[in-house]
């Protein structure tokens, strides 16, 4: 049974770099059937691509988080992580890493992990 | 960019009632490159139905997907009390995109 679990600091100083990791466990992130994904939920709202890793390593990242997003894989340890700079407080959400389900273009999200909040405030 | 605009916002029912749930997307989705996901307090989204009308592995038979182009719907037959939650709908037809959400409460 495939797990997916994000790790990473509660809370992040103003200006510095949010860094997420997930772990995918019961699965190979390198099977190539899928692609992984940082999605995240502000406080009260709705669902937000952050971006997806494709099975090719390469990634897509939503436009008005281009400038500051780096998702990477590292597939020794079957994980895939997430960097965002030059946070603010409109970047406290919870944190979810998603696989992708590939079809057309992007795909859908079938497996989803718990969540992290991380909370921007000095 | 494809907007999925989701209504109602909230949708009061009772248990045993139907549920109809809408997801109009501002331009046509290809394919019904379209799904839907549940919500719970606290808890991950769940996916419930893929290419808009096709059931997730274990997804109840009360819950049924249907549409195509710009209008989508999520009917819940017959409402158990572990139904309420936010619903939202997400397209993948061009490039991907979620709807606002619609909160299902128990009237």
């Known amino acids: 049974q495939v797990q997916l679990q994000e790790t990473g600091p509660g809370l992040v100083k103003p200006s510095q770099t949010l860094s997420l990791t997930c772990t995918v466990s019961?699965?190979?992130?390198?099977?190539?059937?899928?692609?992984w994904s940082w999605i995240r939920q502000q406080p009260g709202e709705g669902l937000e691509l952050i971006g997806i890793?494709?099975?090719?390593?390469?990634?897509n990242y939503n436009p008005s988080l281009n400038s500051r997003v780096t998702i990477s894989e590292d597939t020794s340890k079957n994980q895939f992580s997430l960097k965002l700079r030059s946070v603010t407080a409109a970047d406290t959400a919870v944190y979810y890493c998603?696989?992708?389900?590939?079809?057309?273009?992007?795909?859908?999200?079938?497996?989803w992990g718990r969540g992290t909040l991380v909370t921007v405030s000095s | 960019e494809i907007v999925l605009t989701q209504s109602p916002g909230t949708l009061s029912l009772s248990p045993g009632e139907r549920a109809t749930l809408s997801c109009r997307a501002s331009q046509s989705v290809s394919s019904r490159y379209l799904a839907w996901y549940q919500q719970k307090p606290g808890q991950a989204p769940r996916l419930l139905i893929s290419?808009?009308?096709s059931r997730a592995t274990g997804i109840p038979d009360r819950f049924t997907g249907s549409g195509s182009g710009t209008d989508f719907t999520l009917t819940i037959s017959k409402l158990e009390p572990e139904d309420f939650a936010v619903y939202f709908c997400q397209q993948y037809g061009s490039s991907l995109t979620f709807g606002q959400g619609t909160r299902l409460e128990i009237k």
């Open positions: 890793i494709y099975n090719s390593g390469s990634t």
């Open positions: 290419g808009a009308s």
């Open positions: 019961g699965g190979s992130i390198s099977s190539g059937r899928y692609f």
């Open positions: 998603a696989r992708v389900i590939p079809d057309y273009g992007a795909g859908y999200f079938d497996l």
